[in-house]
Each structure stands twice: as C-alpha cells, then as structure tokens.
C-alpha cells in the first residue's frame, strides 16, 4: 500500500508560478512510476505529466509542454510539479498518482494509487 499526500495548491494569477509536491509513504518508492493528473469542474480527469521510476525520461501532455515540469527524489520520497506562465485553463484539481510499473501511462485506470488532489485556482 502506498499513500500520497499533495501540497503547494492554491490561487495565482495569470502568468504566475506553482509548485506541487507529492508526498509518498508506505511502499519503495523508486519502485513506482509517478503521474499527475488534473480535473477541472465538469470535466474529465485528464494526464498531466509522468516521469519513470528512474526519473530518466519524463512525459507532458501538450498543453504544458515547456510550462511544466515533472521531477523526483526518491531519497525524500517526493515528486514535484513545477508549474510556471499558467492561466485560467489551469485551473483544476491536481491529483498525483503511483503506477507499479518502470513506464508511466497517461491514462488513470494504468495507476494503482492515488493523493486527496490539490486545487489549483488561476482566475481569468
């Protein structure tokens, strides 16, 4: 069993900057590929970001290619999203999840577990 704990949500205006890092227990962590995924209101959870066990490649969904950036240290068992020049599109419940798996997949039912999610506010 693994739990993960998000922070770092809050409000921030247009162009502004975020972190978000997920906090991880239980479980190895270095054994589990990492994903963050987001939901706004009325809609559908959608892959963010992910990054492989090794923290060797990453991958983006294209709205936030270049914006965003997935890290971790697996020596504080943390995975980080750094969210830079964000709008209003943004705006969303941003939730991390663990895969028992090297590769990351960018659909949810493809991880194991899940955070509470953090809500992330960028008004227009």
């Known amino acids: 069993q693994v739990q993960l704990v998000e922070s770092g949500g809050g409000w921030v205006q247009a162009g502004g900057s975020l972190r978000l890092s997920c906090a991880a227990s239980?479980?190895?962590?270095?054994?589990?590929?990492m994903g963050w995924f987001r939901q706004a209101p009325g809609k559908e959870r959608e892959f963010v970001a992910a990054i492989t066990w090794s923290g060797d490649r990453t991958y983006y969904t294209d709205s936030v290619k270049g914006r965003f950036t997935i890290s971790r240290d697996n020596a504080k068992n943390t995975v980080y999203l750094q969210m830079n020049s964000l709008t209003p599109a943004d705006t969303a419940v941003y939730y991390c999840a663990a895969a028992i798996r090297d590769v990351p997949g960018r659909s949810w039912y493809q991880y194991d577990y899940w955070g509470q999610g953090t809500k992330i506010t960028v008004p227009s």
């Open positions: 239980g479980r190895t962590f270095s054994s589990y590929a």
